[in-house]
């Protein structure tokens, strides 16, 4: 699949730790949701990686200077989400995400709120030991997400919408 994890994953497995991340994944300039959760031929063994979350030094050996932009949500209207998103809950809960979520963690709400704030704090602590990067952080809850990245970023605010919206409210987790 065409997937930027994908492509992370097999430079980081072919070329090491220190090859770049992104290279050969896209001529972008920016690069978002860089994880991947496949549930291929068996959901209960999913291939996943979670770059942002696992590999934050090896990006940042990659690229010294990235910016990150850390998407803030209500931590209860995400794990309502995660709950309503394709196979969102299963991959979390069936996937081993290293030192974070491990293999049958991620099925109840305080397990994933867990993890949700875990990750905040983790980025935002590693952006802080690490000045060369800059850390923007949004709350995509609110009316004024696009505006504040159009001031930050020059890109219309037109350009940051709601993607994969999900009218279905019937929870699964």
Not at 43 to 63: F, K, M, R
Not at 83 to 94: I, P, S, T, W
Not at 101 to 110: F, N
Not at 157 to 164: D, T, Y
């Amino acid at each position: 699949p065409n997937v930027c994890a994908v492509c992370m994953q097999n430079n980081l497995m072919n070329n090491g730790p220190t090859s770049p991340l992104l290279q050969g994944c896209g001529t972008w300039d920016v690069f978002t949701e860089l994880d991947a959760c496949m549930m291929l031929k068996n959901p209960e063994n999913p291939v996943c990686y979670y770059p942002q979350v696992t590999d934050l030094e090896g990006i940042h050996a990659s690229y010294p200077s990235a910016t990150f932009i850390l998407n803030l949500r209500n931590v209860d209207q995400w794990i309502s989400s995660v709950g309503r998103y394709k196979d969102l809950a299963r991959c979390l809960v069936n996937c081993d995400i290293t030192d974070v979520l491990p293999r049958g963690i991620g099925g109840t709400t305080d397990e994933l709120h867990k993890f949700y704030t875990d990750h905040t704090e983790r980025v935002r602590e590693f952006v802080k030991k690490r000045p060369t990067h800059q850390l923007v952080e949004v709350n995509i809850d609110e009316d004024i997400a696009g505006k504040q990245m159009e001031k930050i970023f020059g890109i219309p605010a037109e350009c940051f919408g709601h993607a994969n919206q999900n009218t279905n409210n019937a929870k699964r987790i």
